[in-house]
């Protein structure tokens, strides 16, 4: 098992997350027309957008929303505005990927979901997976909501 830094797209404003690649299945997706890859062991749903309850809220956490799975509701979240990428298209039929953080859940919109990549040590480059295609950018749980976003959500 390898570790590596992944640097955010906005690095001046961004720390660097510490993230251990693991082997095995990791969900391809886009957001805000940026690919991404996180392991599937974090994501507990794939809802379709029309399930959220759009929200208005005041603050620094963009939120667009709030849903809910299995009787529990979490907040969902722009996540290219969070990670500071430039807003894409909305695509043909965006999703709300739901992962758990902290043991909460969160959503956050996603472009596309593409498909399940099964992942070897060779696949991970400079907090990068390169299979066939473009290169995917890794993301961690920890990166979509920390303590402190917890904590301005309340």
């Not at 510490?18 to 969900?27: A, M, N, S, Y």
């Not at 993301?139 to 309340?154: C, V």
């Amino acid at each position: 098992m390898a570790a590596a830094s992944i640097i955010s797209p906005n690095a001046d404003d961004k720390p660097n997350v510490e993230t251990v690649f693991r082997i095995g299945k990791f969900l391809a997706f886009r957001v805000a027309s940026q690919d991404f890859a996180m392991n599937i062991r974090f994501v507990r749903a794939i809802l379709p957008v029309h399930q959220m309850v759009p929200a208005e809220t005041a603050g620094e956490l963009p939120i667009c929303g709030f849903a809910a799975v299995i009787g529990r509701d979490f907040p969902v979240i722009d996540l290219g505005a969070k990670l500071g990428i430039e807003r894409g298209s909305a695509g043909r039929e965006p999703f709300i990927i739901v992962v758990e953080t902290a043991e909460k859940l969160v959503g956050f919109i996603a472009e596309r979901v593409s498909e399940i990549l099964d992942l070897r040590p060779r696949d991970f480059r400079n907090g990068a997976v390169k299979t066939k295609g473009r290169p995917r950018l890794v993301l961690e749980p920890s990166q979509i909501m920390t303590e402190k976003d917890w904590s301005a959500l309340r």
